[in-house]
């Protein structure tokens, strides 16, 4: 079963992916900023990351870029998802190596079709 | 603020208002009488800041129990937590309407205030944007300063902006 990370300061958010996650048969670990987004994926065996933009700590951006540094990890897609919908910061977040972007309040289907395509089912 | 800036602001902050809480299924009517507010009931309240070259300020999200708790996602959801989403997502629905018009804002993360009758106390007069539900009511208080000389009515190119809802792979 495929290992997906959400990353997001909002529990409710997290919950809720989780779930579309876990419904279309994706296991699920939680973090709340990028600082314990990157320590989840220490721990291995994480396909994919979904990742909030705005966070305490560290951003989802910065995560994102620091994801991309280790060579463990670079080949893991990550795809943002968000309430920002500025072109200035998908652009850099394409550059920095995101797989895609995905606007809150997220549809569910859109989501698990992204990942799919992404990681497979 | 001149009246076309404090028009455009006014249709932003409103339509977001509405078109957020009808994604969740909760049809809001505007309520024009903003004194009313002060009667209502408030259980909790997200803050966020938010800052640019154009405009900062601060956005206020309150309502009472029974919006938040049936806008939740998830039944076992902390309504203090989902107010704080709840604001997040709001202001990101203002701040995605206002790029078109050249403003680009940052976002502050969001915490909640919780009391019966929360008034806050703005740098200016400022009155609630107050909304009714089916049982209950919601508030939203956007007190923004733009930077002299800014004119909202000249429209920018926003290729690439998403809006919400939308998804995009790369």
């Known amino acids: 079963m495929k290992k997906i990370l959400v990353v997001d300061d909002s529990s409710t958010v997290r919950q809720q992916v989780g779930m579309a996650l876990q419904q279309a048969g994706y296991a699920v670990v939680e973090a709340g900023d990028g600082v314990e987004g990157l320590a989840m994926l220490e721990k291995g065996g994480i396909s994919m990351v979904i990742c909030d933009v705005n966070m305490p700590r560290m951003s989802g951006l910065d995560m994102l870029e620091n994801l991309k540094r280790d060579a463990r990890h670079a080949n893991i897609p990550v795809v943002m998802l968000t309430t920002e919908g500025h072109p200035g910061l998908v652009e850099r977040a394409k550059k920095a190596g995101a797989k895609g972007w995905i606007v809150k309040p997220f549809k569910a289907e859109l989501m698990i079709a992204a990942v799919g395509k992404l990681v497979g089912a | ?170």
């Not at chain 2, 009931?41 to 049936?70: D, I, K, Y």
């Not at chain 2, 944007?129 to 800014?150: Q, R, S």
């Open chain 2, 1 to 170: 603020m001149n009246s076309e800036n404090a028009k455009i602001i006014e249709q932003s902050v409103s339509d977001s208002c509405l078109s957020l809480f009808e994604h969740y299924q909760l049809p809001l009517v505007r309520v024009d009488d903003a004194s009313q507010a002060e009667s209502v009931q408030l259980l909790f309240c997200g803050v966020l800041g938010f800052s640019g070259e154009q405009m900062r300020g601060t956005l206020l999200l309150a309502t009472s129990r029974e919006p938040l708790g049936r806008t939740s996602p998830t039944s076992d959801a902390s309504l203090r937590e989902w107010i704080a989403e709840l604001a997040n997502q709001l202001l990101g629905r203002i701040k995605n309407r206002l790029i078109p018009h050249g403003v680009t804002l940052h976002l502050s993360t969001p915490l909640v205030l919780r009391g019966l009758h929360i008034a806050p106390l703005p740098r200016a007069e400022l009155a609630p944007y107050l909304f009714a539900c089916d049982g209950g009511n919601v508030c939203v208080w956007f007190d923004a300063e733009l930077t002299p000389g800014v004119d909202l009515t000249k429209m920018v190119e926003t290729e690439g902006l998403i809006g919400e809802g939308m998804s995009t792979l790369f």
